[in-house]
């Protein structure tokens, strides 16, 4: 059989296929199979000749008889003692299968418009300002002469003398001529 095949379950084959297989379900190529082609689906089972890529998402067993050159893109791989295989491989969680149909003209999808929004201005945070105490103005002071009061005199008491009676007062000696009485 020439040309592309999408299936949805599991497809095992015996004969000659060249294209493209895609399985939803599991693949097994038989001991007498020879493959021409692309192959994807689940469990991907080679026991037969197989030339072209291999996606598995989940596995691909080699068996020992079988034979395979391509790249696989595959989640687990096991290649049995005294298999073929020659290409590159690339392994990850659940391997994705690419749509081999191609019959199905592939539209781009539209990607939305993205448009940029104006970000409203950010506020303006300031910090507290302390307020600082006003500065004290002392305006420098006329020169006021003071006048000096003479204090009261103060008078000493009398001095008594012998008998109680008040006497003369003695005074301190002042300055000058002594007055006389």
Request: no cysteine; glycine share 12%.
């Amino acid at each position: 059989m020439i040309g592309q095949i999408y299936i949805e379950g599991d497809l095992r084959i015996g004969g000659t296929i060249e294209g493209e297989v895609e399985v939803t379900g599991d693949v097994e190529v038989d001991d007498m199979a020879k493959v021409k082609a692309s192959l994807a689906g689940r469990d991907v089972s080679i026991r037969g000749q197989v030339n072209g890529a291999v996606v598995a998402r989940k596995r691909l067993v080699i068996a020992r008889s079988g034979s395979l050159t391509g790249d696989v893109h595959v989640a687990r791989l096991i290649i049995q003692d005294g298999a073929a295989f020659s290409g590159k491989v690339s392994m990850g969680g659940a391997a994705e299968v690419r749509p081999a149909r191609a019959a199905e003209p592939e539209v781009p999808a539209a990607e939305p418009e993205v448009k940029a929004l104006p970000e409203p201005p950010a506020p303006i945070v300031a910090a507290p300002v302390a307020a600082a105490p006003a500065p004290r103005v002392v305006a420098p002071a006329a020169h006021v002469p003071v006048p000096k009061v003479a204090a009261p005199a103060a008078q000493a008491p009398a001095a008594r003398g012998k008998g109680g009676k008040a006497g003369k007062a003695t005074t301190a000696p002042t300055r000058g001529k002594p007055k006389r009485r």
